[in-house]
């Protein structure tokens, strides 16, 4: 056996890559969702607003967006960086 | 046994793999299903509107898939990349 | 025992592409069960748009479905290609 | 003891197989039921659209089927080919 | 101790056949109680319909069942075929 | 310490039937529960409807006991076959 | 230590009869209760049914305690016959 | 240290009967509230059937409470009998 | 190291005990809470009947009560006869 | 290394102390909380019953705490007596 | 090495220590936190009865939070008398 | 190596520390949203009592963040004070 | 190997201080989101009280807040002065 | 091997990174959801006031927010500085 401690670490950049994009893509994920499901609902009631409405969904997901790009920035540091 | 450190690495990589595209299917895919159900909903009220709730319900969508797709990326940079 | 590295890379493989197609099926099959529940309701109250909401259905689905597909990707990489 | 690399690949495959068909089978199992579900509903309130109400529960159930069958196909893949 | 591979192999069949069979019943069991609950309810209120909803909820319980017999077809293979 | 492999194959095999029924059992109890609690809440409302509902519902548990009665054969498989 | 391998199997027997009875109880636990719940509800809004509603419940949770019953059975066998 | 195979197995026991009692109070305990919370509802909208509802709720309530004494027995017998 | 057999075995049982009081204690918690909620909400309604509803919801209770008194029932049996 | 038999049976007491108790209080939190808020609702609708309002909703708690306190009795059993 | 046995001990009580304060925390604050809720929503509507809704949602909360208190109690002695 | 006891009882008390406060934030950050959510919901309606509102809804959040405290202190005397 | 007490104790705490922010950030985020929910939906209504209305989510953020920033002083604790 | 006191100290602040960025995504991508979805609501019934709800939308986010950067300075910090 021939492993050194710079492999244990590595190993666990990756494993902590995996785990840390995968559990982050749940919340945003499902919270864009319901802000699309809504927006459309909205939409359907009152169609005149849809510009508005869609500036909205987006804004309010790019805010939900955000800690997915965390985790995602997270993941590439352990990927490469470290 | 002829277990290198390199190998440690590989699995770890594979297995953070797996996990992170796995889990990261969970939030997008309950999320857009949301979205699609709700588009329904509304097309059904008001069949009129169907190309905007469309639209709408697919930008929601894209924005909800980033995070699945981030999941991907990150799956494989860890099979391919490192 | 004549275990070599290349085998704990390939188990930790297999591994992982039953976690990623497992777990990454929960997610569009709830979510696009969902769509299909709310298309039939909109349907039952107005089938003059049969047309219109199934096409819209089968499009939410679609999106939906990428994350299945994705993590079917990943698990057939984990499979055969690494 | 005689434990050669490639049982250890082969057990971790059988386990692969075992939680990829059984997680993979709860998401579409839930899924699909929902739709059945409101199907009913529909068909109860709007007898008369029962042949269309039936055509839409099956198409959006076999697209939401459609992950569990990509888990049966990576558990046969890792039963029988790897 | 004697322990084989072989072993090894056959007891991680017998673990994966538990838990894809435990597992797998979770979704269809719950989704197939959600699709005769809401049929039931249907009858209630147009009981004229009764041969419909019957058949309707069958139909949509017969596709949610699948993976439920997937599950089951993949835990006889863990046990018998492997 | 006498222990062989084919007692390592038994003992995964009895934790496995155990797991097997224990989880198999979640689902159809708490999906027939529902079908249950629908029925009772129909025939109140349409009392004269009580046959063809307790039909309807036994008919519907049915179905939904066909994933719980795999589990026993998976779980009896597991104990007394393999 | 004298540990025999026929003690491994009896400890994981015993260990799987209390997995297999303390899960299988939650699920019809659940669901009869909600059955209960209902009756009563239907009976205070429809006491001259009482019996015909008693009888309906009664008969929905002797098919939901069914599984319960099988989760009891293989807990006995993996106690006293294996 | 001289542990001996027989202590495996009753240690194995004890905790067994840990869980099985542990896990198997959880769905009696929900589902005999749920059915509790129902009566209290109906005797306060309809105080006259009092008697017919509180028997009713024991009713119910007994069948549920039928998995949670398998538990106890269950337990019962890994403790004393095995 | 002076570990005995029969210290494995006291500590599972100690383990086992507050494994089944901790986990015991949440289904009872719950669902008389349920009937609590209920039982005040029925009284706020129909205060003239309120002898009646505490008589019913502690009844209700009582019943709930058993699955936690069999937990502790288990856990002093672990504790101190075993 | 020193460790005798007794050290490990004290270390799974309070280990299954802790359990006992954190777990334990999960269920009459949640349960004593549902009993409040409605408790608070009936008053603001019927004020002129704060009193019956409030001897109802302690007595329901009174109860539902009861299991808390057997996880206090048993996690203090754990710590001093065995 | 030098590790006692009761190092082990103290290990397990601080361990202890910390499940049972953090587990411990979960209920009451969910429960608390829908008295507070409840009881804004009553004054809000009925503004009168002000005084006497916030000494209800107090003491509600006051027996609520016992299980709070009693996990404090178990982790404080876990830390300092055991 | 050279691992005293003193070291492990540290380790896991910095261990406990983390999952005391983690777990324990859980709880009363989710109530106090609740109750927040429901005063500016009856503020909204009724905006004339918002400081008899704002007041009610500090004090039913304080007692619920009671928890959270304890949960900091028991944290803070297992970094320090242990 | 030259691994110290000291290497143990900072590993711990490092792990520690990832779980504490982790799942301390889970409880606020839920919660504040809820009540900025609940602030934009009375805010449609009664848009006349918006200044009120935003000073009430904000003060009410601010308590659910806190147990946010007590996971972030545990964290760093961890991190700096341990 | 090779591996040094300060290769375990690094792998595990590698992982406790991903735990803390992956599990602190969940809350604040769900909750801000929340807020997006009912500001679209808020705005689709209420157009005229859409400035206004974008604003308390983007600050109510910005709060939820703050626990999903308290995650990435955590991450940050066990990834650079430790």
Do not use: H
């Not at 401690?5 to 559990?23: P, T, Y």
């Amino acid at each position: 056996m021939a492993i050194e401690g710079a492999d244990i670490i590595k190993a666990a950049g990756l494993l902590g890559a995996g785990l840390s994009m995968g559990l982050g893509a749940i919340g945003p994920g499902v919270g864009e969702g319901m802000a699309a499901a809504k927006a459309c609902e909205a939409i359907g009631r009152n169609p005149k607003e849809a510009g508005l409405l869609t500036r909205t969904m987006l804004v309010g997901q790019a805010v939900s967006e955000s800690t997915g790009i965390y985790s995602l920035v997270i993941a590439l540091l352990l990927l490469f960086v470290v």
